[in-house]
């Protein structure tokens, strides 16, 4: 048999390849909809842009902040109210305070899906404190020995049990007593 | 001659021959234009559209995970981890055309996460082939039947990255170039992967 033949009975194969979906299952899984969704960060694309340029979030406010008054400076009115400037000010901070937290509920339902399932895997999230984006919400162990650590800011890294007893211990460093 | 053209016509571009059901243009745009708007109300933190991220999808993600060899109960769990990652990521979808790659993205690797987790697993992929609609009841038929039959054994048995590559294209029926995205690959390193794929097939389908 050659490839073409190959080739069409794979897309006839495609089809035919079925079975009945389990009729619950998409309810099942709209029931662990967490009751907030993370939400996207700010939909401001600057803001996207400079993140991705990979600049510290520091430096993308510093620019933003310098932008907008060199703006003010060249186009705008002197004696005009305030009201722009002010309200992106406002949307700054918000950006500021926000980044990097996430919705620690989201985090939450896969842990408890995971347990549910049998996996080996520990949460953390009810005492460390979701600011620090470095701090561990969870980790998984996955049976070749390594872990998979989902950080505060959300996102996940695999390491070795080494390393997550460096993040373990830095955490408990920085516990408030 | 016309069968090969339009298997020619499928590897020039990544497309299937045009009398395939596939979406048709007219019919792309309102499914772009909902899936944009579905995105844009995932970003803003919207529940029903996280609801309907699931009624779009959750049946094609759970036979994909079939189809790549996980047994109906693994299928069901890592269907479900799939749509946990994509809200808890939904931020991090750039583009909201790719939406379709970007959830197969996610439950290719929530699906190699789950073999590296348990290696030793058999894989139990989807063992009926439902027969044609119509039957004629003819020798050959059931010998093409067979030969189906052979070949479905026989791409459960390839090796998972080749694996994948077979059920995206030709059983997902994502183009070329969605397929690439999904396994995180160039164009033409997919294509090469699904030569390999039908050479391995080839040899162990008679």
């Known amino acids: 048999m050659d490839e073409e033949q190959i080739q069409h009975l794979l897309m006839e194969l495609g089809p035919r390849l079925t079975e009945p979906v389990p009729p619950d299952l998409g309810e ?3 029931q662990r909809i967490p009751h907030r969704l993370a939400r996207h960060k700010i939909s401001w694309d600057t803001v996207n842009i400079i993140i991705d340029l990979r600049l510290s ?53 896969k842990y408890e899906h995971l347990l ?4 080996e895997v520990v949460w953390y999230g009810d005492f460390v404190d979701p600011k620090d984006s470095h701090a561990v919400l969870m980790h998984q162990k996955l049976t070749d020995g390594t872990y998979i650590v989902t950080f505060a800011d959300g996102h996940e890294k695999e390491v070795d049990s080494e390393e997550l007893i460096r993040f373990m211990a830095r955490m408990l460093r920085r516990k408030p007593n | 001659m016309k069968e090969k053209a339009k298997l020619a016509e499928q590897n020039a571009d990544g497309t299937y021959p045009k009398n395939k059901p596939r979406p048709s ?25 996280a ?5 779009e999808y959750y049946q094609q993600i759970y036979l994909f995970m079939r189809r790549l060899g996980h047994d109906r109960q693994s299928s069901e769990d890592l269907t479900q981890e799939v749509f946990f990652n994509a809200w808890h990521h939904i931020g991090q979808l750039k583009d909201e055309r790719a939406l379709n790659s970007w959830l197969y993205r ?17 894989v139990i992929g989807i063992e009926n082939i439902n ?7 003819r020798n050959d038929e059931f010998g093409h039947y067979e030969q189906l039959e052979q070949l479905n054994y026989a791409v459960a048995r390839l090796p998972v990255k080749l694996k994948q590559t077979v059920v995206l294209h030709y059983m997902q029926q994502l183009t070329i170039a969605e397929a690439a995205q999904v396994a995180g690959i160039r164009q033409g390193t997919f294509k090469s992967r699904l030569n390999r794929a039908l050479k391995a097939l080839r040899k162990r389908v008679t």
């Open chain 2, 25 to 49: 243009g007219d019919s792309k745009e309102p499914l772009e234009q909902k899936r944009h708007a579905l995105v844009a109300r995932l970003k803003a933190g919207d529940r029903a559209a």
């Open chain 2, 106 to 122: 996610i439950a290719s690797n929530v699906s190699n996460l789950y073999w590296r987790r348990h290696k030793h697993k058999e």
């Open chain 2, 131 to 137: 027969a044609p609609e119509v039957s004629t009841g």
């Open chain 1, 116 to 119: 549910e399932r049998g996996e």
């Open chain 2, 51 to 55: 609801s309907d991220l699931v009624d």
């Open chain 1, 28 to 30: 099942h899984i709209k």
């Open chain 1, 57 to 109: 979030k520091s430096v993308a406010a510093a620019v933003i902040v310098i932008a907008l008054v060199l703006l003010l400076n060249l186009f705008g009115d002197r004696n005009s109210p305030m009201g722009g400037i002010v309200q992106d000010g406002v949307l700054l901070v918000k950006y500021w305070g926000k980044a990097g937290k996430i919705d620690l509920s989201a985090v939450k339902t």
